[in-house]
């Protein structure tokens, strides 16, 4: 598995999340193919590769690995290029969208610095672009998934852990992006 390569010790993956992870991304790809089609569901490959495999390393450690992010980054330019030709989108309007992900990333880095970490800070523009593709209101619905499922775990974590601990928001924002882009044909125009 990918993400075991950059885990900062052994780790075993239970069934659970195999599991977990393994539904997610077959719900997401078999959506994506049905709504958008074979292309759209390939130009997803790199982002659920490198995206959640960055997630799960996130999800034990509490560290999004600098290698899965910058390969991420460094592959969402040619995914442009190629759903600009493939799917006919434009990519003139990434410009705006990235930019507003910039600037959440770094009020969310002020306004939470111990929570909000420099990985997060460098995954939300990269998931911006991914989902920026396909319109702003992908973008939107994204960042309105991750919000409940950062709100969500947020409860599930008061109510098990210290209040005060801290919690991935990794998995959400991926996560999040996935679905968001699978489903862009339900969630409005792109």
Not at 86 to 101: E, I, N, Q, R
Request: hydrophobic residues 60%; proline residues 6%.
């Amino acid at each position: 598995m990918l993400a075991n390569r950059f885990t900062r010790g052994p780790v075993t993956w239970s069934g659970l999340e195999f599991a977990a992870t393994a539904a997610l991304l077959t719900i997401i790809f078999s959506t994506c193919l049905a709504e958008r089609g074979l292309a759209a569901a390939l130009l997803l490959v790199p982002l659920a590769t490198l995206g959640m495999a960055a997630a799960l390393v996130d999800a034990r450690e509490l560290r999004l690995p600098d290698p899965l992010i910058c390969s991420l980054a460094a592959v969402t330019i040619p995914t442009i290029v190629l759903a600009q030709s493939v799917l006919g989108v434009d990519t003139h309007a990434l410009a705006p969208v990235v930019l507003g992900a910039l600037a959440l990333s770094t009020a969310l880095q002020i306004v939470i610095p111990r929570g909000w970490g420099w990985g997060d800070a460098k995954l939300l523009p990269i998931l911006a672009c991914w989902t920026g593709l396909l319109g702003l209101s992908t973008t939107l619905a994204a960042a309105a998934y991750a919000a409940v499922c950062i709100a969500v775990l947020a409860i599930w974590r008061g109510l098990t852990a210290s209040p005060t601990a801290t919690f991935p928001y990794g998995p959400a924002l991926v996560g999040a992006a996935l679905f968001a882009s699978a489903i862009a044909n339900r969630t409005g125009p792109a």
